[in-house]
Nanobody
Framework: QVQLAESGGGLVQAGGSLRLSCAAS????????MGWFRQAPGKEREFVAA????????FYADSLKGRFTISRDNAKNTVYLQMNSLKPEDTAVYYC????????????????WGQGTQVTVSS
């Protein structure tokens, strides 16, 4: 089992930045690929970014490339999502996911999930 705990969400003005963290614990938590998804009110959960176990490969939703950066520190068992130039449409609950087992761009492709952290971007 792997446990995931997100932090770092909050309220920010448009154009601002936030860095989300996802602390992983449990068996082999530092050796599994990790990802971020988000879910806005009334919408389905959507893929944001993913990173392989070593951190050498990163994948992003096309619409977010250039503004969001995923990274990880395996010594701390933590994955980060740096979000810059935030827009009101980035407002959502952001979820950390671990251990993909299928299409990493879909929610069904991941085995473990955190509880989510709210990000609100004001205009």
């Amino acid at each position: 089992q792997v446990q995931l705990a997100e932090s770092g969400g909050g309220l920010v003005q448009a154009g601002g930045s936030l860095r989300l963290s996802c602390a992983a614990s449990g068996r082999t938590s530092s050796s599994i690929p990790m990802g971020w998804f988000r879910q806005a009110p009334g919408k389905e959960r959507e893929f944001v970014a993913a990173i392989n176990s070593g951190g050498s490969s990163r994948f992003y939703a096309d619409s977010l490339k250039g503004r969001f950066t995923i990274s990880r520190d395996n010594a701390k068992n933590t994955v980060y999502l740096q979000m810059n130039s935030l827009k009101p449409e980035d407002t959502a609950v952001y979820y950390c996911a671990g251990d993909p087992d299928g299409d990493y761009r879909t929610t069904s492709g991941w085995n473990y999930w955190g509880q989510g952290t709210q990000v609100t971007v004001s205009s």
